[in-house]
């Protein structure tokens, strides 16, 4: 619904762009050209009697005057949203009007992640893990795409997706576990803090490259619609990913595949010091879509009922008709890109600071459950306590906990032993025993062989 | 000058309406000038092109896995398709042109008979291919993915070594893409130049997690190709494009595999060990019957079938035996996968080496047209390192 509205209004946008280049004859016919999503084209019979191309690339009319059409970015692709930015809905019939509970629920979540954020990045400040990525600012698009989404649909994200996560049901004890790489990690201590997975949660695990699951989430969406259990896919990037190959691979596949997947942009402003005005020239990545074929919507991405709304329909429709959405949530990274950034080598403390204060999806989210009487100060300093001691428990719990037997290093390379990793695997084994003492052993769980 | 009077004459035959001025495809125009004149029958020697390199020479009919069909080396691949469509229900093919049956006819038949929703052109290009291919496999189908030419298997270079062979170790056997195959024609062909006669399975040799697969006839191919297909890892398989139609066996209907990293001995030697894979396989077995001609010298000979992980026992065992190993592939020398062969069998057969291991390839250069008979190591340079090797 919201989708097709801002579909209507950027056709209109296009009439008003081609109205700016001083009314030509030809305006009237530009403005049935261009970003009007049509069916699939059907093969006419050829028929070189009529004036009408046969082309069988393109379904247009011809034109005789000579025009370029005008990328539209200065008031390009509108952004929906339903708070403003103090939290009071702008337009009554868009609000959700999600129970107490499922509100409670997003603010908690996404508190609870800003909290581990913060501990888990001082954590590597002090050198107790080895690297961090904070998801600050970024709450929103998280718990609003989450909650949107059924518990069997499957997750691609690309590395700053953790709320999801955590909505999904995450403990924070494996949270940790990841990041501190101990025996209790799922992923076995192989990769980097923050590469999270989870197959009961269907959250597929993340990996460094980036973008290289947009193809995998549309060949996933691809295999649900075959087994037709009503499953979808959510693929979550940044704008500075969806400048890679694999992207463009990833759309162009879903929308001639017809697979039911959600392509969700989180643009913030950053690839790590990149600006998106050196990442692009276009109208983001949300005009991106129509160029493939596909429907596609840029949200408030501050704003969780905004995401949670256009996650929703893009779900159902998705799922319904078997075609891909895009959705381009605007957002802003107030963190550093990592632990191995700083950011106030390439931006001012006070843009930073303008998001932190006056957007930030946290705090309009209060806004909105403060007027409403389901959130007191009271509420908010006990949920903060409590918060903080569950996660400095979990943490703690966490560092204390051995890191995994070293013989794990040589299994899953294929699902089963291969003789060339035998003999390495024995080779480790028995120059360990005799150089034991120059090995971090005391870490690990005992060395079995 | 003369060949322009016949054109001129000629024209009074050609319809000059508008319709059929048709420079394009179809016209008899290009036919017409290139008929030779009526005493002449035989092309002169620039005119004709080189013969192939090898004679394909096929084994015997397998008995244990019924009744067979001959069959070439397409029609085995489709045949091993068809068999893997009929029992897996969540098996899917696609690739670039592979819904009409494919430009070496490997999946011809295919969608008419299981659907277009299992057998599906994709858009052109290799890293969504091999991407998509994935995800479906992390989803739970049995993927098999064609690239065109393993020429072109570059652009997915990255899904393949940094997601699907990585995919089970970095997720902590959470998630795997083991139901992943991607099939790519491979090797020389004898005009294909640089970009349709690459192997490369030198490059994916390196990168631990996935399986590299390479048969040399239509028996090995069905067998090898399902066992990819069944295998619990993301397997990589490469035809040799010259046996698609130029090798004939008969073939088991019924699907069957053999079983990957087991090396196979061909021939029985005690002289030398010959070890390679795929289209110079045949290339070894006529230089095996030369030497044992007119050398005297004893040959074993074993096809490698598959090139990652690879029978390291199997070739040491025979190396101890013979002391004398040559190694030989179309593939660039540098690099090449002789050179790991060659290294570990110098690890572990120090002693037991009469001469220095020795490897017959292509030469550090891109893959060359016209001079493709020059470059590929042919069976005169392998029957030569023969000879050093045994006066060494």
């Known amino acids: 619904m919201a989708a097709v509205s801002s579909m209507r209004k950027m056709y209109g946008l296009c009439f008003h762009a081609v109205r700016q280049t001083a009314g030509r004859k030809a305006s009237r016919l530009l403005q049935h050209r261009a970003f009007r999503v049509t069916a699939v084209h059907q093969q006419q019979p050829f028929d070189s009697s009529l004036e009408k191309p046969q082309f069988p690339g393109a379904s247009a009319e011809f034109v005789d005057h000579l025009e370029f059409i005008q990328p539209n970015v200065i008031s390009g692709i509108p952004i929906y949203r339903v708070m403003d930015r103090q939290g009071k809905i702008v337009n009554p019939s868009e609000d959700p009007q999600l129970s107490k509970e499922t509100v409670l629920n997003f603010y908690q979540n996404m508190t609870l992640l800003n909290t581990m954020d913060r501990i888990l990045y001082e954590s590597q400040r002090q050198g107790r893990i080895s690297f961090y990525m904070t998801n600050y600012g970024e709450e929103g698009t998280h718990l609003g795409s989450a909650a949107a989404l059924d518990p069997h649909d499957l997750v691609f994200g690309q590395y700053r997706e953790a709320g999801v996560l955590m909505y999904r049901g995450f403990p924070l004890d494996l949270f940790m576990a990841q990041c501190y790489a101990n025996a209790d990690d799922l992923g076995k201590g192989r990769q980097m803090p923050v590469h999270y997975g989870s197959r009961d949660l269907n959250f597929v695990t993340i990996s460094s490259p980036l973008a290289t699951q947009l193809p995998q989430a549309a060949g996933a969406a691809y295999a649900m619609k075959r087994e037709n259990l009503n499953r979808a896919v959510i693929c979550y990037f940044g704008e500075g990913a969806a400048s890679e190959g694999d992207a463009h691979a990833g759309l162009n596949f879903s929308a001639t595949l017809e697979c039911p997947l959600i392509f969700f942009c989180r643009n913030n402003g950053y690839a790590i010091s990149t600006p998106t005005s050196e990442q692009y020239r276009g109208d983001g990545i949300a005009a991106r879509g129509p160029g493939y074929g596909m429907l596609s919507i840029r949200v408030d991405g501050n704003d969780v009922f905004a995401v949670y709304n256009a996650t929703k329909e893009a779900r159902r429709r998705a799922v319904a008709e078997n075609q891909p959405f895009l959705i381009e949530a605007m957002t802003y990274r107030i963190g550093h890109h990592s632990t191995s950034d700083d950011s106030s080598a390439y931006r001012s403390v006070d843009e930073v600071n303008y998001w932190d204060k006056q957007d930030h999806p946290i705090s309009r989210l209060r806004h909105y459950m403060t007027a409403r009487g389901w959130w007191s100060e009271d509420d908010e300093r006990s949920w903060r306590k409590q918060s903080r001691k569950t996660v400095m428990e979990a943490f703690e719990r966490a560092e204390k906990r051995l890191k995994p037997n070293p013989e794990l290093l040589f299994t899953d390379v294929y699902q089963e032993m291969t003789p060339n990793l035998d003999k390495q695997r024995e080779s480790l084994w028995r120059h360990v025993q005799q150089y034991k003492e120059h090995y971090p052993l005391d870490l690990y769980d005992k060395y079995q062989h | ?392």
């Open chain 2, 1 to 392: 000058m003369a060949a322009a009077a016949r054109f001129f004459s000629r024209r009074a035959n050609f319809k000059l309406s508008l319709s059929a001025v048709g420079i394009g495809a179809h016209s008899s125009f290009g036919a017409a000038l290139l008929k030779p004149s009526p005493n002449c029958n035989s092309r002169t020697k620039t005119q004709r092109r080189h013969a192939a390199h090898f004679t394909f020479q096929p084994d015997p009919v397998p008995t244990q896995y019924g009744p067979t069909q001959k069959m070439n080396l397409f029609q085995s691949i489709t045949s091993a398709l068809d068999n893997t469509l009929a029992s897996d229900p969540t098996a899917v093919i696609f690739g670039e042109d592979v819904a009409f049956g494919g430009v070496f006819r490997c999946t011809v038949g295919l969608r008419d008979k299981y659907g277009k929703d299992r057998v599906f052109n994709t858009p052109l290009c290799e890293q969504g291919i091999v991407g998509f291919g994935i995800g479906a496999a992390v989803a739970g189908a049995t993927a098999i993915a064609e690239i065109q030419f393993a020429d072109y298997i570059y652009p997915a270079f990255d899904q393949i070594v940094n997601e699907a062979a990585k995919y089970r170790y970095r997720s902590g056997n959470l998630f795997d893409c083991g139901s992943l195959t991607i099939r790519a024609p491979w090797g020389c062909v004898g005009h294909g130049s640089l970009y349709h006669s690459q192997s490369p399975e030198a490059f994916f040799a390196h990168c631990p997690g996935i399986k590299v697969v390479i048969p040399r006839s239509p028996v090995q191919a069905k067998g090898l190709l399902l066992s990819c297909i069944a295998d619990k890892n993301p397997c990589i398989f490469f035809e040799p494009k010259i046996l698609y139609r130029a090798a004939v066996e008969q073939v088991p209907e019924e699907p069957y595999i053999i079983p990957l990293s087991q090396a196979e001995i061909l021939q029985e030697g005690s002289d030398v060990t010959l070890v390679a894979w795929g289209t110079q396989i045949h290339v070894m077995k006529e230089v095996a019957a030369m030497a044992q001609e007119k050398l005297g010298v004893s040959c074993e000979v074993i096809d490698l079938q598959t090139i990652l992980p690879w029978d390291t026992e199997t070739i040491c065992k025979s190396v101890v035996k013979t002391g004398r190993l040559l190694i030989s592939h179309e593939a660039p020398i540098t690099g090449g996968f002789a050179a790991e062969i060659s290294s570990t069998v110098q690890e572990e057969c120090f002693l037991n080496l009469e001469a220095p291991i020795s490897r017959v390839c292509g030469y550090d250069t891109p893959f060359p047209h016209i001079f493709e008979p020059f470059y590929i190591p042919d069976k005169w340079k392998c029957f030569e390192a023969i000879k050093k090797m045994i006066n060494y």
